[in-house]
T-cell receptor
């Protein structure tokens, strides 16, 4: 089945040690998103790619970076994780139709990040 | 200003009964879409149902239906014949025309009791 795959499902890293989360998709969608979700809160959009165009949210810390080497893959890099970065990270994709709002976002299962 | 409001932090329902989860929204864009997602404790976000601002009829998908009242700017999710597996967080979200971004509400935690 076509889907959004996130690896790993659980990630443990040390305070200040860089970590990379990965996301791949077989839906051939041109938009990919990264969300941070803390316990009992709504997902918070960090940034998204529209094709190769990177769109950062104004309140996303500089500590968070992203790469999209091709249509299928997108990575979230946290350069120096702090304790406050422990969260679920969700990747999503969408087919952009420019002006049409009816395309849902399809989410992966998420990566739960813990900081020691 | 909050664009999506879910006023029920938690809801309880007996198995096999129907339940309504509330969602109100705020936008000045005439073109928008409203989405409901389910998030079980395992964490994945599952798309349930969509309602477009120009749709004349309320959306339905199996046991899920959307009570769309455009003038009141509400898009309540109705789950019929609740099942134990329906216990989860439910998020209402909106996408405005021309935007690639979803705006989420704070969610409602639904618990289905046997």
């Amino acid at each position: 089945d076509a889907m959004v795959i996130q690896n790993p499902r659980y990630q443990v890293t040390q305070f200040g040690k860089p970590v990379t989360l990965s996301c791949s998709q077989t839906l051939n969608h041109n938009v990919m998103y990264w969300y941070q979700q803390k316990s009992s809160q709504a997902p918070k959009l960090l940034f998204h790619y529209y094709d190769k165009d990177f769109n950062n949210e104004a309140d996303t810390p500089d500590n968070f970076q992203s790469r999209r080497p091709n249509t299928s893959f997108c990575f979230l890099d946290i350069r120096s994780p702090g304790l406050g970065d422990a969260a679920m990270y969700l990747c999503a994709t969408s087919r952009a139709r420019g002006g049409w709002s009816n395309q849902p976002q399809h989410f992966g299962d998420g990566t739960r990040l813990s900081i020691l | 200003a909050q664009k999506i409001t879910q006023t029920q932090p938690g809801m309880f329902v007996q198995e096999k009964e129907a339940v309504t989860l509330d969602c109100t929204y705020d936008t000045s864009d005439p073109s928008y879409g409203l989405f409901w997602y389910k998030q079980p404790s395992s964490g994945e976000m599952i798309f349930l149902i969509y309602q477009g601002s120009y749709d004349q009829q309320n959306a339905t998908e199996g046991r899920y239906s959307l009570n769309f009242q455009k003038a009141r700017k509400s898009a309540n999710l109705v789950i019929s014949a609740s099942q134990l597996g329906d216990s989860a967080m439910y998020f209402c979200a909106m996408r405005e025309g021309g935007s690639e971004k979803l705006v989420f509400g704070k969610g409602t935690k639904l618990t289905v009791n046997p």
